[in-house]
């Protein structure tokens, strides 16, 4: 397991954090996720030989948030 922590931006309410934990809860190899209204971060624990950081980022911005690099 690998851990990737990365900034969002366009998070405004808990509402988008439970979207966010959603969308990335389903994708495969992903195990825990955690996501920071407050510091515009998500903190995701995931499998790298399954899931990489660019399709993560990829379902972070289909949902309709931005990611910052
Ligand atoms: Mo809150 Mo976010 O009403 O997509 S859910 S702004």
Redesign the pocket.
Same mark, same amino acid.
């Given at each position: 397991m690998q851990t990737t922590t990365i900034n969002i931006q @366009?998070?405004? %309410?808990?509402? %988008?954090v *439970? *979207?966010i934990k959603t969308v990335l809860e389903k994708l495969p190899g992903i195990s825990q996720v955690e996501v920071s209204l407050d510091q515009s971060l998500a903190t995701i624990h995931h499998n790298p030989s399954v899931v990489g950081i660019e399709q993560i980022k990829a379902a972070i911005s289909d949902a @309709?948030?931005e990611v910052i690099d």
């Open positions: @366009g998070m405004t %309410c808990q509402g %988008c *439970s *979207s @309709g948030f």
